[in-house]
T-cell receptor, first 110, second 114 residues
Framework: KQEVTQIPAALSVPEGENLVLNCSFTDSAIYNLQWFRQDPGKGLTSLLLIQSSQREQTSGRLNASLDKSSGRSTLYIAASQPGDSATYLCAVANGQNFVFGPGTRLSVLP | NAGVMQNPRHLVRRRGQEARLRCSPMKGHSHVYWYRQLPEEGLKFMVYLQKENIIDESGMPKERFSAEFPKEGPSILRIQQVVRGDSAAYFC????????????FGAGTRLSVL
């Protein structure tokens, strides 16, 4: 059974800092891994999708890496801004659906 | 091209009533997934449907919960005789193909059971 964990559970940083969010999964037989952002009371916004054959994906200030063999992914956020404050979810495509991690709650202080 | 549409956005029910949650997938998508997010918990897979078929319902509670995706119209998640523990956010996602590639999520329905 696939299990996904995320570290840290919560993170508070001053504006402008670079930061790394971590995601670990137990079963390396995945199709892909996706990072989402969830704002309070809102739905999920897809940030980056990494296929199982890829090592990383970049979008603007975001960079996600994938190491299938070790069961890890990291989301790197450069030059953080208060608007980045949200919960970040890692989800692993396992079979027919996604298995989600519990999320990292990020606060970027002005 | 409208995204995944869920309605209602908020639903209030008293214990014992029925809740019906609707999800219209993105245009061209014939695969629908339902997830539940309990307060202070992560999203959990419930059920995966393709038009008129349930493909995987391994995450569905055994009683009171059912889902359908008819040939015409939206997918429906139905909860009978709701209890307080059913209070959660229910998210729907859709994809174009059966292999999990990119799932697009709706804004969710927040169910509150009084």
């Amino acid at each position: 059974k696939q299990e996904v964990t995320q570290i840290p559970a919560a993170l508070s940083v001053p504006e402008g800092e670079n930061l790394v969010l971590n995601c670990s999964f137990t079963d390396s037989a995945i199709y892909n891994l996706q990072w989402f952002r969830q704002d309070p009371g809102k739905g999920l916004t897809s940030l980056l999708l990494i296929q199982s054959s890829q090592r990383e994906q970049t979008s603007g200030r975001l960079n996600a890496s994938l190491d299938k063999s070790s069961g890890r992914s990291t989301l790197y956020i450069a030059a953080s801004q208060p608007g980045d404050s949200a919960t970040y979810l890692c989800a692993v495509a396992n079979g027919q659906n996604f298995v989600f991690g519990p999320g990292t709650r990020l606060s970027v202080l002005p | 091209n409208a995204g995944v549409m869920q309605n209602p956005r908020h639903l209030v029910r008293r214990r014992g009533q029925e809740a019906r949650l609707r999800c219209s997938p993105m245009k061209g998508h014939s695969h629908v997934y339902w997830y539940r997010q309990l307060p202070e918990e992560g999203l959990k897979f419930m059920v995966y449907l393709q038009k008129e078929n349930i493909i995987d319902e391994s995450g569905m509670p055994k009683e009171r919960f059912s889902a359908e995706f008819p040939k015409e119209g939206p997918s429906i998640l139905r909860i009978q005789q709701v209890v307080r523990g059913d209070s959660a956010a229910y998210f729907c996602a859709s994809s174009m193909t059966g292999q999990v590639n990119i799932q697009y999520f709706g804004a969710g329905t927040r169910l509150s059971v009084l």
